[in-house]
Every structure is written in C-alpha cells, then in structure tokens.
C-alpha cells in the first residue's frame, strides 16, 4: 500500500546550519508529495508541495524535489533558525484526479539551538 | 480571509461515553478530511467528506462516524470512547480536483479520554 519513510530523528542543529530531513515514498501511481510543519501545541501548516517529477517545491528558505528515480522527497534549507524548531512531515496523496487521504510519515523533530 | 477552524479546542471525556467535534472549512473549499494524530506519530486518515457524504474511508472501526452539511461544515462523532483514542484530531478542507488535492488543516481538537 501507500507509505511514506522518514529519517529517524530527534535532529539538532545549530543555528545557521544546513538542513537536510530524508523522505522516501512508495511509487505506486502518481503521486503528489507535501512537506508540512508542526509548531508545538498546533495543527499542520502546509510547507511546500510538488505534483510531479523533477518539480522542485519551495518556500520560506525550504526546498525539496520529486525524485521518481530515487522515489525521494528530501526537505533541506541552507541556513536554518531557532524558529525553525518544528516537527516535520512528508506526506502523500494518490495525486491526478484521485482523491482521498494523505499519508504521512513518522514526523521529525527538529531542534535548532543559538 | 478565514483558515479551517476547529471546536473545541480541548475535551476531556471518560470511556464509554460519546463525543461531538466541529470543523469549519477554509473558505471555498467544498472537502473535509478526519485525521487523528497519536502522541508522537504522523496523522492518520479517519475518512472524507464531499457532497455531504463519505467517499473514502481509512482503518478506523465504526465507533468513528461522520457528517457534513449543506455549508460544507462538518462533525465527526466518536462513540464508546477508549483510552486509545486519546489524541488530536485535525480537520483538513480542500477542493475536490484541485491538482493533487492540497490539504489545509485546523489547528486540531485534543481530546482525553480518562
């Protein structure tokens, strides 16, 4: 079925510090993949998306590209903040003209310090 | 221009009993999507609403049920409620076709089962 893995976490950073979070999903379809963020204590706020290969999604200093080949999504930044401390999800949605539910990974903590 | 809003914003139940959440889509939108996200792990998918009824349904057991009414709003009603389903409930809205169908989330309900 439909599945989504991300890189094992807590990660920690030091302000400025380049940021890489791994995301591999399966190839089944077409599918449209999606980077949200989770604050503490809040619901999921859409970070950036890509609808089909070589797209590159991007946003806030955030980008990620739609590998089909690697069936990869990976999020990097090249400087992160102490604001950026947040949790992390890939998701996927079946994409075209399907419908229905996103699937997301594990999340990742990221922890970035001054 | 309103986002998707959620009600309450926290509950505190005891098992067996039944509980009622609220969810207002983001406006424009004409889809609404259940996840519940356990402590510590990504949302899963409950089901989805579109013209008023359910067309897609994700693992969860029939104690998990759903509405949606004529202005888009929905409600998902648990039932004989376990302390498993203890978590924060996110309501996701979007428009049915848009490309790759972009999910925007409320900022969830908490929900404690004791």
């Known amino acids: 079925g439909d599945s989504v893995t991300q890189m094992e976490g807590p990660v920690t950073l030091s302000e400025e510090a380049f940021l890489t979070i791994n995301c591999t999903y399966t190839a089944t379809g077409y599918p449209s993949l999606f980077w949200y963020v989770q604050y503490p204590g809040e619901g999921l706020q859409l970070l950036l998306k890509a609808t089909k290969a070589d797209d590159k999604g991007s946003n806030k200093g955030f980008e990620a590209t739609y590998r089909k080949e690697t069936t990869s999504f990976h999020l990097e930044k090249g400087s992160v903040q102490v604001s950026d401390s947040a949790v992390y999800f890939c998701?996927?949605?079946?994409?075209?003209?399907?419908?229905?539910?996103?699937?997301f990974g594990q999340g990742t903590i990221l922890t970035v310090h001054p | 221009d309103a986002g998707v809003t959620q009600s309450p914003t926290h509950l505190i139940k005891t098992r067996g009993q039944q509980v009622t959440l609220r969810c207002s889509p983001k406006?424009?939108?004409?889809?609404v999507s259940w996840y519940q996200q356990a402590l510590g792990q990504g949302p899963q998918f409950i089901f989805q609403y579109y013209e008023e009824e359910e067309r897609q349904r994700g693992n969860f057991p029939d104690r998990f049920s759903g509405h949606q009414f004529p202005n888009y709003s929905s409600e998902l009603n648990v039932n004989a409620l376990l302390l498993g389903d203890s978590a924060l409930y996110l309501c996701a809205s979007s428009l049915a076709g848009g490309l790759g169908e972009t999910q925007y989330f409320g900022p969830g309900t908490r929900l404690l089962v004791l």
């Open positions: 998701a996927r949605h079946a994409g075209g003209t399907s419908y229905g539910k996103l699937t």
């Open positions: 406006s424009g939108h004409d889809t």
